[in-house]
């Protein structure tokens, strides 16, 4: 049962790069016992195959990347996920530069189209006035 819950652990992980928190909540689906959950986190951290603060730049690329959110959504995401911001060393880009690059990717064809594509991803009216300002001025 030892080894199972290891080998399960390592194929989510070699899959992508997970939190802390959901490795549990995965492990926990597979069995009930918590020392056995605990050593096998243990292990994992000791290996470095779980780091919460490389996780936690990892997701934020990559969320960047692909569907850029505000960072007050960025923040509940990762809340979500079991990473506590507050304890964390890592800086977040500013609101403004999110939502540059979000319009940047999406390009939208006019003024209101991109107000309502930036609020629909979570960032504040200052952010949003700023950049389309800077753009369709």
């Given at each position: 049962?030892?080894?199972?819950i290891?080998?399960?652990a ?7 790069p997970h ?9 926990r689906k597979?069995?009930?016992?918590d020392?056995?959950?605990n050593q096998t986190i243990e292990?994992l ?7 919460d603060?490389?996780f936690?730049k990892?997701y934020m ?6 569907r ?7 923040i509940?995401?990762?809340k ?5 911001l ?6 977040l ?6 939502a540059?690059?979000?319009?940047n990717?999406?390009?939208p064809k006019s003024?209101?189209q991109?107000i ?5 991803r ?8 700023k950049?389309i300002r800077?753009?369709?001025?």
């Amino acid at each position: 049962m030892k080894n199972s819950i290891l080998a399960s652990a390592l194929k989510i992980l070699s899959l992508r790069p997970h939190s802390k928190q959901e490795v549990i909540n995965f492990l926990r689906k597979k069995t009930k016992d918590d020392t056995l959950i605990n050593q096998t986190i243990e292990k994992l951290e000791k290996a470095k195959l779980i780091n919460d603060e490389e996780f936690a730049k990892w997701y934020m690329e990559s969320r960047s990347r692909t569907r850029p959110r505000g960072k007050r959504l960025l923040i509940q995401e990762l809340k979500q996920k079991g990473i506590d911001l507050s304890t964390s060393h890592l800086e977040l880009s500013t609101d403004g530069e999110l939502a540059e690059n979000a319009l940047n990717k999406k390009n939208p064809k006019s003024r209101e189209q991109a107000i309502r594509f930036l609020q629909y991803r979570g960032f504040s009216w200052e952010s949003i006035e700023k950049v389309i300002r800077k753009r369709y001025n």
